[in-house]
């Protein structure tokens, strides 16, 4: 069954790359980490996805110590489907204990992380290669000089970087424009109700400077997704978040709090208004945000894939959307407040300006 506004392709960033809005993420492959889902139940999501029409795959080679790629890559080889897709990946990631150059942006490891990667996905190429984090080390002309060369051997098609400052993709972009490397075409940021930071610096430079964005955790990790209830800050009920709050990741336990209880409390109204499921809420408007290109979505069964892609087909009304936007609105930082309209008036002598960055109007 094709849902036809997942078979909508859109360009990423200025790149000629088509991809789905919705991108299948394949961190939940694998047992590895204590949830997830085994090889089998990991096919069936991937036919779902393909079947309807889906083209966009995303994965790491550090996601269940390399097990994700794995299924993948038996998957593609038994269907044939490889050239069908849109097939990215990532390295940073450390893959040998107490090996300082089996992990970060060195050449050595990149180079390193994509034969591994190239092996497990049963593949020549990769379509989209993440750096998956800045490790605040390798030098900058070093990673988009290897990134370029592996481009030019054919061995990678576009290139792309996840969890980066923004002045460290900017200063990414400007190098490739000015000495002819290869440009980034996309970032992968976390996005979602209850995680809006990008909007202050990433979202406009992403639109400035060309590179589509592919935002991860949508759904907050499931918190957005209804199935939890309040135990205190904390989050009670089984599901991935009940297996990881209790290990010390600083990316999940930032979730529980006064804030985002709020903003679930005022998700979960709106969805009831609207006769739908709060996870399919949460996805539509994100992925109607500005600068989006597409937004990765994992799921452990195929009909909570299914569900979740028909978010496609939600349309939430401008008062609905405006609750929801307030509820969850960034704090405004300094030097942000000076790009309202009240100081833009400052800057104008009174006058009105036609153009103005949403993000950050009032």
């Known amino acids: 069954m094709t849902i036809s506004s997942l078979a909508t392709y859109s360009l990423l960033g200025k790149s000629g790359l088509r991809v789905s809005p919705l991108a299948l993420g394949t961190m939940t492959f694998g047992t590895e980490w204590g949830w997830g889902v085994d090889p089998a139940g990991a096919h069936r999501l991937l036919a779902t996805y393909l079947d309807a029409g889906g083209n966009f795959i995303d994965t790491a080679d550090?996601?269940?110590?390399?097990?994700?790629?794995?299924?993948?890559?038996?998957?593609?080889?038994?269907?044939?489907?490889?050239?069908?897709?849109?097939?990215?990946?990532?390295?940073?990631?450390?893959?040998?204990?107490?090996?300082?150059?089996?992990?970060?942006?060195?050449?050595k490891n990149i180079y390193r992380a994509l034969e591994g990667s190239l092996r497990r996905l049963k593949t020549d190429y990769i379509d989209l290669y993440?750096?998956?984090?800045?490790?605040?080390?390798?030098?900058?002309?070093?990673?988009?000089?290897?990134?370029?060369?592996?481009?030019?051997?054919?061995?990678?098609?576009?290139?792309?970087?996840?969890?980066?400052?923004?002045?460290?993709?900017?200063?990414?972009?400007?190098?490739?424009?000015?000495?002819?490397?290869?440009?980034?075409?996309?970032?992968?940021?976390?996005?979602?109700?209850?995680?809006?930071?990008?909007?202050?610096?990433?979202?406009?430079?992403?639109?400035?400077?060309?590179a589509g964005i592919t935002s991860w955790s949508p759904l907050a990790s499931g918190m957005l997704s209804g199935k939890y209830k309040r135990d205190g800050v904390q989050a009670a009920g089984s599901g991935r978040l009940d297996v990881v709050k209790n290990q010390g990741n600083p990316a999940f336990l930032k979730l529980f709090t006064e804030r985002n209880w709020k903003i679930i409390d005022e998700l979960v109204a709106v969805a009831k208004e609207l006769d739908r499921a709060p996870a399919q809420v949460a996805l539509a408007w994100i992925t109607r945000r500005p600068g989006i290109a597409a937004t990765i979505i994992g799921a452990t069964r195929a009909d909570q894939l299914e569900a979740n892609l028909h978010a496609l087909d939600l349309e939430i009304p401008a008062p609905l959307a405006a609750r929801l936007e307030e509820v969850s609105r960034p704090e405004l930082v300094h030097p942000y407040y000076f790009f309202q309209p009240t100081m833009r008036g400052m800057l104008t002598g009174g006058t009105q300006v036609t153009h103005e960055w949403p993000w950050y109007r009032g």
């Open 62 to 107: 550090g996601y269940t110590g390399g097990s994700s790629e794995s299924i993948i890559g038996d998957y593609l080889a038994e269907t044939s489907r490889r050239d069908r897709v849109v097939l990215a990946t990532k390295f940073s990631f450390g893959a040998v204990p107490g090996d300082p150059n089996a992990g970060g942006n060195s050449r």
């Open 130 to 210: 993440w750096l998956h984090a800045w490790d605040g080390m390798t030098p900058l002309d070093e990673v988009m000089h290897t990134l370029t060369d592996l481009v030019r051997a054919g061995k990678i098609r576009y290139i792309g970087l996840s969890d980066v400052p923004a002045w460290y993709f900017a200063r990414a972009q400007t190098l490739a424009e000015q000495r002819g490397l290869e440009r980034v075409a996309a970032l992968q940021l976390e996005y979602s109700l209850v995680e809006r930071n990008i909007e202050r610096e990433h979202v406009p430079a992403a639109i400035e400077l060309g």
